[in-house]
């Protein structure tokens, strides 16, 4: 026979666990509530990928150069990056540019210079060994970080973002030295990836504009 005693503990016990669960079944029906809502309202985040926007890095390259040459007059670039931007978010002046540099006689520094809110920035930085980068000259990139934008989004890169609707997609542009092939070679490097999900990468020839390695998300 089952004690009184035992059988009211258990069924306070009983009642607060079932309390505990309508708890945890309502706090999972809010939470999966807002997220149909959140993503009812940003399903047309990249819908008109017309809006994303990408800087020129040839316009200002001529000032990050003689900022480079001040820092060491041997300087060289070695690479550019570009932030994509919503032409209509929070920051519609434009997105970031960074240009890397580094110099024989700087031992194992290099140097970043980036456009940053309209506003140049500089820091010497520490790389774990001496000059590591060939040099990108001005005459290796007839293509403007714009056109490799704009050939990277013709093949593929609209429908990856129209069938990928994500706020955390990553996109990213660089002028640098990739592997192509038994090569390395200065591409325009432009990808489009979900974190933990699929991604497009491109590798663009910046003389010619010719899609050099594409993969397949």
């Given at each position: 026979m089952i004690s009184r005693g035992w059988s009211a503990h258990w069924g306070r016990r009983l009642r607060r666990g079932l309390g505990l669960g309508v708890i945890v079944v309502l706090l999972?029906?809010?939470?999966?509530?807002?997220?149909?809502?959140?993503?009812?309202?940003?399903?047309?985040?990249?819908?008109?990928?017309?809006?994303?926007?990408?800087?020129?890095?040839?316009?200002?390259?001529?000032e990050a150069l003689s900022r480079a040459r001040e820092w060491k007059p041997d300087a060289y670039l070695f690479a550019i990056t570009a932030e994509v931007a919503s032409s209509s978010?929070?920051?519609?002046?434009?997105?970031?540019?960074?240009?890397?540099?580094?110099?024989?006689?700087?031992?194992?520094s290099y140097l970043f210079l980036g456009m940053i809110d309209g506003q140049w920035r500089e820091e010497?930085?520490?790389?774990?060994?001496?000059?590591?980068?060939?040099?990108?000259?001005?005459?290796?990139?007839?293509?403007?970080?714009?056109?490799?934008?704009?050939?990277a989004l013709a093949d593929g890169g609209d429908e990856f973002l129209i069938e990928h609707q994500e706020p955390l997609t990553n996109m990213d542009v660089e002028l640098t030295y990739r592997p192509v092939g038994d090569e390395d070679l200065?591409?325009?490097?432009?990808s489009f990836s979900i974190p933990f999900g699929p991604r497009l990468w491109l590798?663009?020839?910046?003389?010619?504009?010719?899609?050099?390695?594409?993969?397949?998300p």
């Open positions: 999972a029906s809010v939470t999966l509530t807002l997220w149909v809502s959140g993503c009812s309202n940003r399903q047309h985040f990249y819908d008109v990928t017309g809006e994303l926007i990408v800087p020129s890095a040839a316009e200002p390259y001529g978010g929070a920051r519609p002046a434009g997105a970031d540019l960074a240009y890397y540099f580094e110099s024989p006689t700087a031992g194992r010497v930085l520490a790389g774990s060994t001496g000059v590591t980068h060939a040099e990108i000259a001005r005459e290796d990139w007839v293509l403007d970080s714009v056109d490799a934008w704009g050939i200065i591409v325009w490097s432009v590798k663009i020839d910046p003389l010619s504009g010719k899609i050099l390695e594409r993969n397949s």
